[in-house]
């Protein structure tokens, strides 16, 4: 007899929980991406496409967490009310 995964022994789906940890994933990565010291590198004089370099940065970073989130909620299954 195979032995059970402790995951279904405790009731819990892993394809279903994936996605909840790949949003906080997701947060984390904002939070440390936008914090002043990592955020601090890219202050420097340069220009990008005519935009400043911290500026784009930022943006940029914004812009891509935004689009994951997008991406995120398109893979969570949707909560029925129970009303």
Do not use: N, Q
């Not at 940890?21 to 005519?50: M, Q, S, W, Y």
């Amino acid at each position: 007899m195979r032995p059970e995964a402790p995951e279904r022994r405790a009731g819990i789906h892993p394809v279903k929980s994936r996605p909840r940890e790949t949003a906080a994933l997701l947060l984390c990565l904002g939070v440390v991406l936008l914090f002043p010291p990592i955020a601090l590198i890219f202050d420097k004089p340069h220009r990008l496409l005519g935009i400043p370099l911290p500026v784009f940065y930022v943006f940029g970073t914004w812009l891509l967490l935004v689009l994951g989130a997008y991406a995120v909620s398109r893979i969570l299954p949707d909560t029925e009310s129970s009303d």
